[in-house]
């Protein structure tokens, strides 16, 4: 106010209240009948909801970002594994979260999970060390492998873990995993942000199921290539050594080393 009444130029500025609502407040300075300056005048308009939609549209468009950003990283990438640490990473990136993890069910270990691909940050909380990749998930706060995301807001005062989302990974239905979200502080997450991580979850999990069948045909073409290879070579040496008793039977000659197996002699008996 002190500067509007020494420059006689209006102020203004976008302020919040306790109650969570924003204003814009204007201060012009109050002139007289004669021109002088005898206070100032001072406006607040409601601003909440145009404050809301533009904060909707830039994170909307931050999220698009996001998503061209992660298609970008998976795109040199063939194997599941890489675009599981690799979805990680630009996700813990885009929240600023604390770490991200993917956790599936154990297939040497009936019923139980293990991490399979974790990005932690440099500051990432873990005084027992037990956030590694092959790692075992029972640590993991919230539920694991529900059909329905589950997350908490406050910080966990025991392990240090502030606000987290648990998201299934879905497979013709069924729960095969979960991508685990755990940040720094508290925090409130809202529907959009929700929803996001659901969205996320869903592009990524369905590119490394991509992936795995793609690694699947391969690992079958390469063994296919080596049946072949076998095959083949087994059947080129049939066909010399059928070319070799051939010639040899022209010449009247015995063969170079005995075909009958060592039978011959029995036979004479």
């Known amino acids: 106010m002190r500067s509007v009444l020494d420059t006689h130029e209006p102020r203004e500025a976008e302020i919040s209240s306790d109650d969570a609502r924003w204003y814009l407040r204007r201060v012009r300075p109050y002139l007289t009948s004669a021109q ?39 795109r040199p990438l063939s194997v599941s594994g890489d675009m599981q640490r690799t979805a ?23 019923g139980s999970m293990r991490i399979v691909a974790i990005d932690s940050a440099a500051d990432a909380i873990d005084p027992g060390e037990r956030y590694v ?81 793609e690694e699947e045909v391969r690992t079958r073409n390469a063994e296919l290539e080596r049946f072949n290879a076998a ?3 087994r059947e080129l040496q049939m066909i010399e050594l059928k070319e070799q008793v051939n010639a040899l039977r022209r010449l009247g000659e015995g063969p170079d080393y005995p075909l009958d197996f060592g039978l011959s002699g029995e036979l004479d008996r």
């Not at 909707?56 to 950003?69: D, K, M, Q």
């Not at 600023?96 to 069910?105: G, M, N, Q």
């Not at 999990?205 to 992936?211: G, I, K, L, P, S």
């Open 36 to 74: 002088a300056v005898a206070g100032v005048a001072i406006t607040f308009t409601d601003i909440t909801e145009r404050r809301a939609a533009e904060e909707a549209l830039h994170e909307s468009a931050g999220r698009s970002t996001f998503f061209v950003r992660l298609a970008d990283a998976f």
């Open 88 to 110: 990680a990473r630009v996700l813990r990136e885009q929240l600023d979260a604390s770490r991200v993890i993917w956790v599936e069910s154990d297939t040497e270990a009936e």
């Open 133 to 213: 990749t092959g790692g075992g998930a029972r640590h993991i706060p919230g539920e694991l492998f529900a059909a329905r995301m589950s997350w908490s807001e406050g910080i966990d005062e025991e392990t240090r873990i502030g606000a987290w989302a648990n998201v299934p990974l879905t497979n013709a239905g069924r729960v095969t995993g979960t991508l685990v979200v755990h940040l720094r502080a508290a925090h409130a997450w809202t529907d959009e942000e929700l929803t996001f991580l659901e969205l996320v979850a869903e592009r990524a999990w369905a590119a490394v199921e991509r992936a795995r069948a």
């Open 231 to 233: 095959t083949i070579g």
